[in-house]
């Protein structure tokens, strides 16, 4: 009867938590369902709000126009819209607890009304952001050639990044390495100190959607067919979960994962999921 019992709740366990990320099972809830496609994901740990681009379908498919694009913010399970500003990205200051937000006219800072207040780089077009937790510098992907510049932003300094040729996407971890895709549709790495950027092997062209750092400092990139691990001490990346879904976007809070795919945002979460490893 013992056996029996043990495997009606393995059985019951497996049929809630039925994701696994790195042999941890997860649940799975969408957190918002919205017209459009949901990118450029990032949290603020200090108040739990999720900062996202939403990008419409049809403009992202006519080349005759501009894209069309607006930033929100999810709060409450309720999406908020920062409607005084062409936003294309965020990034968080845990440290500071300040939201940046990136816009087609320059750099802006969130105040506490959800309203973006210019900061620096008036006239430059910024289409992505990414704030390390452990220095006062921001990356920022300036548009149309997609340069990747660090601004300093207690003497508010712009600096070139001159060995990443461009990004799509990216990501820097602790050490100061670079993670990106360029139009190469490669993912590389540029260690700090080095001039020449080391390339990941297995992953397929075009097939990277998305990075972000999780809560271990790792960097980790969504795929079309899962989440892997990019370690700067291993070229070959460490596959940590399968995906049924083409990502567009990914973010952590502390051990919950966010993952966005066209009008649907994601939260995995271990919370209600058995402590047990898989084996």
Do not use: W
């Not at 050490?175 to 990941?200: A, Q």
């Amino acid at each position: 009867m013992l056996r029996y019992l043990l495997l009606i709740t393995v059985a019951v366990a497996s049929e809630r938590c039925p994701y696994t990320f790195e042999n941890q099972t997860y649940d799975r809830v969408a957190v918002l369902t919205i017209k459009g496609l949901p990118t450029n994901l990032v949290v603020n740990p200090n108040t739990r709000d999720l900062f996202f681009t939403l990008i419409d379908i049809d403009s992202l498919h006519n080349d005759d126009e501009q894209t069309k694009m607006d930033q929100y913010v999810l709060r409450n399970n309720m999406p908020i819209k920062i409607d005084n500003v062409n936003g294309q990205a965020a990034a968080v200051d845990v440290k500071n607890n300040k939201v940046y937000i990136a816009s087609d006219d320059g750099l802006n800072v969130l105040n506490q009304t959800d309203r973006a207040n210019f900061v620096s780089l008036k006239d430059e077009d910024i289409v992505l952001l990414f704030k390390p937790q452990h220095n006062d510098e921001i990356y920022a992907v300036l548009y149309p050639d997609n340069g990747v510049y660090t601004i300093n932003l207690k003497k508010n300094e712009k600096r070139k990044v001159d060995d990443v040729p461009c990004a799509f996407m990216l990501a820097v971890d602790a050490l100061d390495n670079v993670y990106y895709e360029c139009n190469t549709k490669y993912v590389k790495v540029l260690l700090k100190d080095f001039h020449e950027p080391i390339e990941f092997v297995g992953i397929g062209r075009n097939a990277a959607r998305a990075m972000a750092v999780d809560n271990n400092n790792r960097v980790i990139l969504a795929t079309n067919d899962g989440l892997y691990f990019l370690s700067p001490d291993n070229i070959v990346p460490k596959k940590l979960m399968n995906l049924d879904f083409v990502p567009s976007g990914i973010a952590f809070d502390e051990e919950d994962i966010y993952l966005a795919t066209n009008s649907v945002i994601y939260k995995y979460s271990s919370d209600e999921c058995d402590e047990q490893r898989i084996q």
